[in-house]
Nanobody
Framework: QVQLVESGGGWVQPGGSLRLSCAASGLIFVNYGMSWYRQAPGKERELVARISAAGGITNYADSVKGRFTISRDNARNTVYLGMNSLKPDDTAVYYC???????WGRGTQVTVSS
């Protein structure tokens, strides 16, 4: 059974930082590219960042370029999302997904407010 479990969310003031983790089990992690998505209240889920299976290729939404960093540790079956200079517009539930699959985590809430 495939499981993706996100952690690391929480409340942070504008300008702050958080690091999200997504631990995978039940799949051969090194075979999958991984993605982070987010969904804010009343909005559609959007792709935030993605990383190739080996970790050498990354892509970001324009709204987070230069502030967020996606990375992975294949030895730990974990993908990360480092988030700096957070803004209130970054408030959302953040989900990880194994690319091109229906394997999603349940999400972790990130709230940016003063």
């Amino acid at each position: 059974q495939v499981q993706l479990v996100e952690s690391g969310g929480g409340w942070v003031q504008p300008g702050g930082s958080l690091r999200l983790s997504c631990a995978a089990s039940g799949l051969i992690f090194v075979n999958y590219g991984m993605s982070w998505y987010r969904q804010a209240p009343g909005k559609e889920r959007e792709l935030v960042a993605r990383i190739s299976a080996a970790g050498g290729i990354t892509n970001y939404a324009d709204s987070v370029k230069g502030r967020f960093t996606i990375s992975r540790d294949n030895a730990r079956n974990t993908v990360y999302l480092g988030m700096n200079s957070l803004k209130p517009d970054d408030t959302a539930v953040y989900y990880c997904r194994a690319r091109n699959t229906d394997y999603w985590g349940r999400g972790t809430q990130v709230t940016v407010s003063s």
